[in-house]
């Protein structure tokens, strides 16, 4: 039988350096509550939690993303800035 102490789990090492340190948000406050642009399809595609938002290196890659979803969904209105998020 398996228990906690038997199963270990390897995390590549690629995966530890992007679960930690902080990163950018792209964050629209259109609606009743603000939500953030997240890595899938959608009209832009998006997401009400930080922990599936699209997480950038910097806060200019934040903000050209912000300009480009307002640029390609006028109809959108969208109102975007960037939000700091630590990732832990």
């Not at 038997?6 to 350096?17: G, S």
Request: glycine share 6%; net charge positive.
């Amino acid at each position: 039988m398996k228990n906690e102490n038997t199963i270990k789990h390897q995390t590549p090492p690629d995966a530890k350096r992007k679960l930690a340190g902080r990163c950018f948000l792209a964050m629209f406050e259109n609606g009743n509550e603000p939500f953030y642009l997240a890595n899938w399809e959608g009209d832009p595609g998006r997401t009400l939690l930080k922990v599936n938002a699209k997480q950038f290196k910097t806060q200019a890659l934040a903000e050209k993303a912000i300009k480009k979803a307002v640029k390609n969904y006028p109809s959108r209105n969208l109102i975007g800035k960037v939000v700091e998020y630590n990732v832990r």
